[in-house]
């Protein structure tokens, strides 16, 4: 059985940063593309970031500069550390694994950024 499980969300206020993560398990982490994207109320869920097997990454244009993501294969876990957040940023974000026909999706954190 496959599980994304995200946590690290929360409240920040503008300008300040925030680190959420996802633990993978049922699958085998390091031949997945990872990625982080978020929905926030009335939007469609977008791509924030996204990170290949072999390491190579993508941000939104809204993201870059901002926004890292980051594997640790050996804990089969995804990072994205959020700097200089803007009220825009306000979302669930949602990890994603995808290789192949496989495609998981977490249950989501929040990350709200308000002050």
């Known amino acids: 059985q496959v599980q994304l499980v995200e946590s690290g969300g929360g409240l920040v206020q503008p300008g300040g940063s925030l680190s959420v993560s996802c633990a993978a398990s049922?699958?085998?982490?390091?031949?997945?593309?990872m990625a982080w994207y978020r929905q926030a109320p009335g939007k469609e869920r977008e791509l924030v970031a996204a990170?290949?097997?072999?390491?190579?990454?993508n941000y939104a244009d809204s993201v870059k500069g901002r926004f890292t993501i980051s594997r640790d294969n050996a804990k089969n876990t995804v990072y994205l550390q959020m700097n200089s957040l803007k009220p825009d940023d306000t979302a669930v974000y949602y990890c994603?694994?995808?290789?192949?026909?496989?495609?998981?999706w977490g249950q989501g954190t929040q990350v709200t950024v308000s002050s």
């Open positions: 049922g699958i085998i982490f390091r031949f997945y593309t």
């Open positions: 994603n694994a995808r290789q192949g026909p496989g495609n998981y």
């Open positions: 990170i290949t097997s072999g390491g190579r990454t």
